[in-house]
């Protein structure tokens, strides 16, 4: 009896994880294949409108006749990399922001990035993306570097309060009574600590920047020179009326693998770290 | 210091740092207009002239004051796009937002809140994994896909056809009905998806506390339990999740909901601002919605005392 | 007299790796009007029995035996709100801190079970809220205020007042006083044994504070890893404990005398609670320990006297009496 509790336990608590590596795994291998098969060009242009599904377009093809199926296959990538990198920089950002304010909580350091902390979270993101479009004219990263300089904050939040928690712990503090430099503690002692927290803010971010690019290319303010979901399903509204439905399919399908795969690891991240079940 | 004296203080220096973010970003790295006003082929002395009329001349900190004097006496220019002055087309947009927006946000709110009740009712049996997973899921989903299933559902001749898929011609209960209840049903999904599992977790663990075991104890039925022993007690985390979103989904989520389905309200103004890089109108949009950002985090410190004994606002905290 | 509460051969065990067994074959009975004591270490499953009685085991425990409360059968799984055979037991808790809700004024969470559970107007609560208030010995004013306000003394009191509210013919005290301060403490055991006679009510009183019980109970049952080890009225537990726990228990309270100061006794070793022994549980601490006593369990005898009840092969022999 014991046993077969045990097994049922072990089976709702990985289940779900299990199935977002799955997914995620499946959605990186067929990235992987083609890109060993390369399908046809994405941007070339047929006389072959609104094909349907075969051989040649394993997706159909649009309304200029290109091939869905390479295109989807760019998108993809292109969220992907925007996913990462905005990631990787506001991570970064928030982290060491972080971690700095969380060591000098209370003190001048930590009011000003609280300060700054509360400025960017009280500007609306997508007119900040914009403006700042608008403002850097000829940088063609400014929605990236947009989203970096609003994504940070939370986990600047997460982390200093992460710090705030541990700086009081006995193991800090005989570190720091050793004698250790406050960097040393910092990256040695505390910032492994606060992996957990971590781990599921980045994957946040990856999803906030990939559902917020789709946004954002949908309605034109994206990067034009790359194709992306976004633009895919901005081409499908007026495709979906007419009886079009490969474009939206292909593009909200994959939209949903990719954030759910990740939605559902991190999930249990976030429960193991925290049984309570913590904030989705 | 008093508390609230510092907390006013605080707000003031979030204030003045959002200004200073939007002149910069608008205003001093923003389009230049003296090439738009003096038309075609102007010679130097004319755009020189324009320039000074302008302000353009005077030193960065005197342009950033004139700002702020003009937006605190909400002098906030005209539109480029069509003369109008800024402030009347928000007055005319604005009531137009809230009826699209306001009563899907606060259903669905209410809504998320009664499922994750029943979640955290039935912890870790069906019903509880049930709308956990559903919401799971449905966080996965794009706001994007959400309207535009819809709207295909329900406004075009595929679906059932039953409500016109763009436009605003409200004069009536009758007519909102007609309008906005496509918008409100897109706004309503997404709100209870996005914030059940939070809610969820809030009363989770207010259920796992001893004044719960005492309420049981002393006959408490389910309703009672729920509704006036946990809920008071997650009021604050509750209404800070509801008055911080207020201002996200009334600039961001209008933006999307508006242009996509033609209705003429802030987020409508903004998108085409956006274009026309009109940029008088998308300065006030910007910082009229981090004022009410700021307004409302300094109300809320107001308000919670009144909804947890134990905060103090008199007492000085460290 | 017939018992109010009359536990049958209980035995409840947590759901989970291992499956230990908190409460094992236990049997009780209180009369009506009665102080019962429920003595032993933390651990020893006094908080499961008190559950149990409320119909409120935590779910998926596994159990055995019944408990019957006025002829009604007690369902441990009670749902909230139901009336059920809990409605003649009131409980207070070990934190009376965290027992109150926090953002809800004292006077109110009173009101809400004077409302659930008597016939009383709307416009009587007033009057029977402060009854109740005085009754407990605390001010008027009291009603008003939030938990946060009063000290762990006035909280308990505040949980006295929503036990007598409730009208229940039954109070069971989950360790009362244990979050209490000294002198707190002894104000509230009395508040509790006055209560008790006055309002004559039966009383599950839980501790594992012999002194404690001493003040207030009758008869009292010493618990020693979810089974009864004695169970005697009060008087001839404490001057004749016949079980070596039980006397191992007594020789740990200090005592302060000042003409013959004395060593404190302590009971050898810690409770093992890993592991299900087949003979007695506390064979391995005992100095009385014979060979046969880790072989075999002793059942629960009562031996020529008849109301002192004990689980032991060779028991403390009774005083003998000098002439």
Redesign the interface.
């Known amino acids: 009896m ?1 046993a077969s ?2 097994s049922a336990k072990f089976s ?1 608590r990985y289940k ?1 994880p299990a199935l977002g590596t799955l997914i995620f795994i499946g959605f990186i291998g067929i990235l992987l294949t083609l890109a060993v098969y390369p399908l046809a060009e994405w941007q070339t242009i047929s006389p072959d409108r609104f094909a349907g599904i075969s051989l040649e377009h394993p997706l159909g093809t649009n309304a200029l006749g290109q091939d869905i199926a390479s295109r989807a296959e760019k998108a993809s990538w292109h969220s992907l990399r925007i996913g990462f990198l905005v990631a990787l920089c506001a991570g970064l950002l928030g982290v060491s922001l972080g971690l700095l304010s969380g060591w000098y909580a ?1 003190r001048w350091p930590d009011t000003v990035i609280l ?2 902390t ?2 960017m ?8 993306v ?3 479009a ?3 004219r000829q940088f063609n990263w400014s929605m990236e570097l947009a989203m970096v300089i609003t994504f940070w904050t939370t986990m600047a939040r997460l982390i200093r309060a992460e710090v705030i928690r541990l700086k009081q712990r006995d193991f800090i503090l005989s570190a720091r009574a050793i004698g250790l430099s406050p960097g040393r503690t910092l990256t040695a002692h505390i910032l492994p600590n606060t992996l957990p927290v971590l781990l599921v803010q980045l994957s946040m971010i990856f999803i906030a920047a990939i ?1 917020a690019e ?2 954002l290319s ?4 994206g990067n034009n020179s790359n194709i992306s979901w ?1 633009q895919m ?1 901005s081409e ?2 007026h495709e ?2 007419s ?1 079009h439905y490969m474009n ?1 399919v292909s593009a ?1 399908i994959l ?2 693998m990719l ?2 795969s990740i ?2 690891i991190t ?1 249990s991240l976030q429960t193991r770290s925290d049984p ?5 | 210091m008093p508390i609230y004296l510092r907390k006013t203080l605080h707000s003031l220096s979030l204030l003045l740092g959002v200004t200073f973010i939007s002149f910069l970003l608008m205003v001093y790295f923003g389009p230049d207009r003296s090439y738009a006003i003096a038309g075609k082929n102007p010679d130097t002395a004319q755009l020189e002239e324009i320039r000074q009329q302008l302000g353009y001349d005077q030193p960065f900190l005197n342009r950033y004051f004139t700002y702020i004097k003009d937006l605190a006496s909400l002098n906030l220019g005209q539109s480029e796009s069509n003369g109008k002055p800024v402030s009347q087309l928000l007055a005319e947009t604005i009531p137009v937002s809230l009826m699209v927006l306001l009563p899907g946000f606060l259903v669905g709110n209410l809504l998320a809140l009664l499922l994750a009740m029943v979640a955290a009712w039935y912890r870790h049996s069906w019903p509880d994994r049930l709308l956990t997973n559903l919401s799971l899921a449905g966080v996965s989903v794009s706001f994007l896909i959400i309207i535009i299933l819809l709207s295909t559902w329900l406004c075009t001749p595929q679906g059932l056809n039953l409500f016109p898929s763009r436009g605003w011609r409200v004069d009536s209960l009758a007519s909102w009905f007609t309008y906005a209840t496509v918008p409100s049903l897109a706004l309503i999904i997404v709100t209870v998806f996005f914030n059940l599992r939070f809610y969820r977790a809030l009363l989770l663990d207010e259920m796992q506390q001893d004044y719960i075991r005492t309420a049981r104890a002393y006959g408490a039925g389910p309703f009672s339990i729920m509704f006036k022993e946990a809920l008071p007690n997650t009021l604050i985390p509750f209404l800070t999740r509801l008055l911080f979103s207020l201002p996200a989904i009334l600039v961001s989520g209008s933006l999307l909901l508006e242009s996509y389905f033609g209705i003429p309200g802030v987020g409508k103004v903004s998108f085409d601002a956006i274009f026309n890089a009109d940029q008088p109108v998308l300065n006030a949009i910007v910082s009229l919605s981090a004022i009410l950002v700021i307004v409302i985090a300094w109300l809320a410190d107001f308000i919670y005392p009144y909804l947890d004994p134990r905060i103090n606002l008199q007492a000085e905290t460290p | 007299m017939n018992p109010i509460v009359s536990i049958r051969n209980l035995s409840i065990s947590y759901p989970g790796a291992g499956a230990r067994s908190a409460v094992k074959h236990i049997n009780m009975d209180i009369l009506p009007g009665q102080a019962v004591g429920l003595v032993g270490e933390s651990g020893c499953g006094k908080t499961t029995l008190a559950l149990a009685l409320m119909g409120m085991l935590p779910p998926g425990c596994d159990h055995r035996g019944e408990i019957i409360i006025s002829g009604q059968k007690v369902d441990f799984y009670q749902r909230p709100g139901q009336p059920s055979a809990r409605d003649h037991c009131a409980m207070i808790f070990q934190n009376p801190q965290t027992s109150l809700n926090p953002v809800i004024s004292i006077g109110t969470q009173i009101n809400r079970i004077i409302q659930r559970y008597s016939r009383l107007k709307k416009s009587a609560i007033p009057d029977r809220l402060a009854e109740l208030l005085m009754l407990v010995g605390l001010p008027d004013h009291c009603g008003k205020l939030y938990p946060h306000e009063l000290s762990g003394g006035m909280q308990q009191r505040v949980l006295l007042a929503m036990a007598l509210a409730r009208e229940a013919s039954i109070l069971i005290a989950d360790e009362p006083t244990t979050a209490l301060d000294a002198g707190t403490r002894l104000q509230i055991l009395n508040l509790l044994k006055q209560l008790q006679e006055k309002q004559n009510l039966s009383l599950l009183l839980i501790s594992h504070d012999l002194s404690a019980i001493a003040r207030v109970c009758q008869q009292v049952a010493i618990v020693y890893q979810g089974r009864i080890v004695e169970q005697a009225p009060q008087k001839l537990i404490y001057t004749q404990p016949r079980h070596p726990y039980s006397a191992g228990l007594l020789a740990a309270i200090p005592k302060i005398h000042p003409k013959r100061p004395r060593k404190l006794q302590t009971l050898l070793g810690e409770a093992n609670h890993a592991t299900e022994q087949s003979g007695c549980g506390f064979a391995s601490r005992c100095p009385r320990r014979e060979a046969y006593c880790e072989q075999q369990l002793p059942p629960l005898n009562a031996t020529l006297e008849k109301n002192q009840h004990f689980a032991c092969f060779n028991p403390r022999p009774l005083p003998t009496v000098r002439k």
């Open positions: 014991t509790l045990k709702s779900l209370g300060w700054l509360g400025v979270e009280a500007i609306p993101f997508y007119l900040f914009a403006a700042l608008y403002a850097l559902k789709v946004i949908f309605l034109g303010l976004g399903i499908s509204t979906v009326i009886g939206f909200s939209l949903f954030i759910y939605s559902l999930d309570r079940q913590g904030i989705a």
